[in-house]
């Protein structure tokens, strides 16, 4: 167990990001050449890692990765950061997992990923760490590791007094008994009409933002306790079941350079927020703030700020004013 009893537990991915960086992407069956090839670590539980330690949290890593090249790169860099790594298991039947990522001029990007070991952490794996788990302040899961594993790690997390955030990324249908002990669902615009297709239920007529509360509100009855949808430059849309209320928050604007890492870095920062006992609407406008930021940058790691960054930026006055939050 870590010595810290406040601390931010994310279980989930970690690869290695291969971006060439294009004027535009590629259609289907096209080749665009003149891109600029650039390696970073990458993987949405590793990003969200580096994205709660920077940001100031206490951060345990739980996740599977390969004795190869990449691997070790990816343990060395990811304790350089602070993050406690002891709990990771390293697997040398299967190689670490990898990331391909085109992005264009805009910011705007397409990833294939190929799992390897992220794929092989098992749920007998998680039931050693039971108290690991229950102990945490926060913990925060994606879907990069198996269904099975999911649902045991959200199942022994009920049993404690954790704040549980899964980030619904890359989407398959989810089981209600994981979504029933889920307290904070963070999924982008795509990602939460898709999971309403997935539970069946009836047909929208709505658009915009009444289309977001609507499904927001159904999930709500799934047993999960707040819905957080992520709108990339058109900032989010929060809704609290206990309250019934939902909640606007702008993006700032900014020049977005790449927007790879960019929900990773939101939900990293959220976490820590809410482990230091931050409000859910302060801890997200934090994480908007640094988001902001991360998009201005290239690559998913490198791009993620620091506490003393998020602050000074959260701290201006236009930016606190900017950042009102709007009752829809």
Known sequence: MPKETNYVLIIGS????????LKRLPKTGETVTGGKFRQFLGGKGANQS????????????????????????????????????SYVIRDNEEASGVALILIDENG???????????????????????????????LVVQMEIPMDTIK??????????????LNPAPLKPIPLEILKNVDILVPNEGELYRLYSFLDLEELNED????????????????????????????????????????????????????VGAGDCFIGVLASKLSKGESLINAVKYATVAASIAVTRKGAQDSLPYLSEIEAKFNEESVRLYLQESIL
């Open 14 to 21: 970690s690869n290695m990001d291969l971006n060439i960086y």
């Open 50 to 85: 580096v994205a709660a330690v920077r940001s100031g949290a206490n951060t345990v890593f739980i996740g599977k990765i390969g004795v190869d090249a990449f691997g070790n790169q990816m343990v060395s860099q990811l304790t350089a950061e602070g993050i406690n790594m």
């Open 108 to 138: 705007e990007n397409i990833i294939s990923v190929a799992p390897g070991t992220n794929y092989r952490l098992t749920p007998e794996e998680i039931r050693s760490h039971t108290d690991l788990i229950k102990g945490a302040s926060s």
């Open 152 to 165: 045991e790690i959200f199942k022994i997390a009920s049993e404690g007094n954790v704040i549980k955030i």
């Open 208 to 259: 915009g933002d009444k289309k977001i509360i609507h499904i927001s509100k159904a999930l709500i009855k799934c047993g999960i306790k707040c819905v957080i949808t992520t709108l990339g430059k058109r900032g989010c849309v929060i809704h609290m079941g206990e309250e019934n209320k939902s909640i606007e928050i702008p993006a700032l604007k900014v020049k977005t350079v790449d927007t």
